[in-house]
């Protein structure tokens, strides 16, 4: 059954660093996702992506994040300069209609 | 802003129990999605429900959508350890026509089956 794959699954990075979280994406879906979860809290919506461009972003999703498709494949998240708040599980989902499938994860740690 | 209120918050049964677990919208839900989430992964997709009223079984999982398309619950008949998990409920709040936009996600409720 296809579904979505990130990695790495764990990234540890200093303070101020850049990251880069890869994520695959179902192959036949349009419509990609990133959100993050801290620790114990929500699920929460970062930036949605079709077409080649972003088509919705939170408030979270600041200047400090971007979002790439550099080929057919790969979808990416970047995080320009960690800071500690950053620490977090990230999630990549990838939609098809309205059932939006998730990958198993990136767990983000700043130190 | 759509809220998603999930209830309730932490369960803890035996095995073989039956339990049913809640979600409320302060708005008409989109398509409800449900989803569980074992601890280090990613939530994993159960069932989506769009039609008031509508049942979904899923083996042991009974999914049941509102009339009023503002309420849902998960029953889970004899719960087994695997169970064990957090469940969410997820919607749309920006759906309009054929387009979804970004879900909004309850806060889930953590399930424990004891053996």
């Known amino acids: 059954e296809p579904e979505v794959t990130q990695t790495p699954s764990h990234q540890v990075t200093q303070m101020g660093q850049e990251v880069i979280l890869r994520c695959v994406p179902i192959?036949?879906?349009?419509?990609f996702y990133w959100y993050r979860q801290i620790l114990g809290q929500k699920v929460e919506f970062l930036v949605s992506?079709?077409?080649?461009?972003?088509?919705?972003k939170s408030e979270i999703f600041d200047d400090q994040f971007s979002v790439e498709r550099p080929d057919g494949s790969n979808f990416t998240l970047k995080i320009r300069s960690t800071k500690l708040e950053d620490s977090a599980m990230y999630f990549c989902?990838?939609?098809?209609?309205?059932?939006?499938?998730f990958g198993p994860g990136t767990r983000l740690t700043v130190t | 802003t759509q809220l998603l209120e999930q209830s309730p918050q932490f369960l803890s049964i035996q095995e073989g129990e039956n339990l049913t677990v809640y979600c409320n919208s302060s708005?008409?839900?989109?398509?409800l999605q449900w989803y569980r989430q074992e601890p280090g992964e990613g939530p994993v997709l159960l069932v989506t429900?769009?039609?008031?009223?509508e049942v979904k079984k899923l083996k042991r999982l009974t999914f049941q959508f509102g009339d009023a398309r503002k309420d849902s619950s998960l029953h889970i008949t004899a719960a087994q350890p695997g169970d064990t998990g957090l469940y969410l409920c997820?919607?749309?709040?920006?759906?309009?026509?054929?387009?979804?936009?970004?879900?909004?996600f309850g806060q889930g409720t953590i399930l424990t089956v004891h053996p």
């Open positions: 429900v769009v039609t008031g009223g």
């Open positions: 997820a919607d749309y709040p920006n759906a309009g026509g054929t387009s979804y936009g970004k879900l909004t």
């Open positions: 992506f079709y077409n080649n461009e972003i088509s919705e």
């Open positions: 708005s008409v839900f989109s398509s």
């Open positions: 989902a990838s939609r098809v209609f309205y059932e939006q499938y």
């Open positions: 192959s036949n879906h349009l419509y």
